[in-house]
């Protein structure tokens, strides 16, 4: 059995329990939760995963809990939670993204020819 976190390997980020998927893709865009890119999967190195657990152990026991997703963004409408989200974390680059209907993408493939 490994005694130290640098003799377990480097965890794939779908697997890590306790946190959902967004909220881990939060951290990792806030910079607060280190990961690597290897081919199309994203890992977060066990050691990583305990110094981002640890932050949020801090954060809580000063008052300052972490939260990446408030219940209020959570309650907005698709488009306008994934603006909010987006603005709320300085994401470079960051769009409001809008979802189109099947009639919308059928009108705008058959003008672009």
Not at 94 to 104: F, G, L, P, V
């Amino acid at each position: 059995m490994p005694r130290d976190l640098d003799e377990v390997a480097d965890i794939p980020i779908g697997e890590v329990k306790g946190h959902s998927r967004p909220t881990l893709n939060a951290a990792i865009a806030c910079g607060h939760l280190k990961s690597y890119l290897a081919g199309r999967r994203r890992f977060i190195r066990p050691v990583d995963l305990r110094a981002w657990l640890d932050f949020l152990k801090a954060e809580s026991d000063a008052g300052r809990p972490v939260s990446y997703r408030s219940r209020e963004i959570e309650a907005l409408p698709r488009e306008q939670r994934s603006a909010a989200l987006n603005a709320r974390h300085n994401m470079p680059g960051a769009k409001e993204h809008t979802r189109q209907t099947k009639k919308e993408r059928i009108r705008d493939a058959s003008t672009s020819r």
